[in-house]
């Protein structure tokens, strides 16, 4: 598939303040109890200008234009995928200049778009934390500050003339995320949604870790080409449902607790109810698989069915960790990351599974990318409960994955049991 056409796949204040050294008490928008986003004070701790609101985990940029188009001549003949990516850049923006009052030391802010920034950084800061703690990942593996476009113009010429809005995203093209503006949102701004953002991150850790950082992935490139993508399709369902799993696990260490349904502060509650990771009868359907292996990554990305198949693998993994509690979740979501790659001989991680299958991508499947999960989970309860939970709500064979799992692992009875593809 040309370069240009993968794009859509990746797209799932004027005033002056005081410069303190962090980490800086400011008042930010943290979800209760109630279900409401009040302030609170809270530390940024890896701020280092908090009026241009960038640090060691982010930095914000204001007013930038953001354009794709196949039509593009400057995409069309940009010889390398970081010119490709800069083509999209129409307009680069400047500093945000963010707004606030002194009260006894904490810095509140003046505005909407202030309490937005500020929430936001506050959140990567969350993500960030995650990632580094429970998911066990080097300093240095973060890189740069990540660029955050705020509120910028953002449009998918191909698909629509007008500006995307009401939305947050990661864009790997541009190696930069994006806080789009809202219109018919009319709940919790997203940037403010702790889970959100964490969901958004997660995005960056997948494409650092499995897609080698790559602007154009290489396997999405290749395997879209042809008239049925499951390899593509997979990895698309691969990097919503662990997101989903990962925004979940953010909120574990948030004051309100573990929440599968972080979503609902956002959406409207048949989209946070579908994807509840707490909803135990998610079952892989046979019209579901069909899709997952023949449908090309531009039908099966259209109908978005990449979040259908990533909420059974987001709640599969849920009701795995559930019986060992927080603990536990949190040593699976670890496991999961180890996955992502993994250069130990006999060993492989996702990305290596990628690179192995390359030429084939019928090789990358339920089964293979299954067994690379499971092979990095090294207590012995939890393999058995993951794969328990694939083998019943993935349908997969239990004896397609006897030499990952343990005898005893032969599924549940939630679903029902599929025929052989």
Known sequence: MHRTLIVAALASLAACAPEPE????????VLTNSGTY?????????????????????KLVGGAR???????????????????????????????TASFITH??????????????????????????????????????????????????????DTSGEALKDNALYFPPVQAFMVLPFDELQ????????????????????????????RLPEALIQWSGFAASPGANLLKSLD?????????????????????????????DKFSNDRDLAKSDRCMDVFLRTSLNQDNLSTFGGAGREYVVGSILASALYQAGQAGGLAQHKTLQRALVSAYSDTTPNNPGLAQLVNLTLGDQTN????????????????????????????????????????VCPPSAQGGNTCPRLPNP
């Open 240 to 268: 919503e449902g662990l997101a989903d799993y990962h925004g979940f696990g953010t909120t574990c260490d948030s004051p309100t607790g573990c929440d599968t349904r972080f979503l609902r502060t956002s959406f409207d």
């Open 364 to 403: 990358f499947n339920l089964i293979s990318a299954s067994a690379v999960i499971i092979n990095h989970i090294t207590d012995l309860p939890l393999k058995t409960a993951v794969c328990n939970e694939f083998i019943d709500h993935l349908a997969i064979p239990a004896s397609a994955l006897s030499t």
């Open 187 to 214: 709940r919790a701004p997203l940037a403010i949604n702790a889970g959100i953002m964490a969901h958004e991150y997660s995005h960056l850790i997948f494409n650092k870790k499995v897609y080698g950082g790559r």
């Open 66 to 96: 953001i354009r794709s188009d196949s039509q593009d001549p400057e995409l069309i003949n940009a010889p390398t995928e970081e010119a490709f990516g800069n083509a999209m850049i129409k307009g680069g923006g400047r500093d945000v």
């Open 38 to 58: 009040v302030p609170q004070e809270v530390q940024l701790t890896t701020v280092t200008n908090v009026v241009s609101m960038e640090g060691v985990v982010a």
């Open 104 to 157: 006894d030391g904490v810095l509140w802010p003046a505005d909407f778009h202030t309490w937005n920034m500020v929430t936001a950084y506050y959140n990567f800061e969350k993500a960030f934390d995650y990632f580094r703690t429970v998911g066990n990942i080097p300093l240095a593996d973060f890189g740069d500050p990540i660029t955050v476009y705020y509120f910028p113009e953002f449009i998918l010429a």
């Open 22 to 29: 962090a980490p800086v008490r400011v008042s930010a928008l």
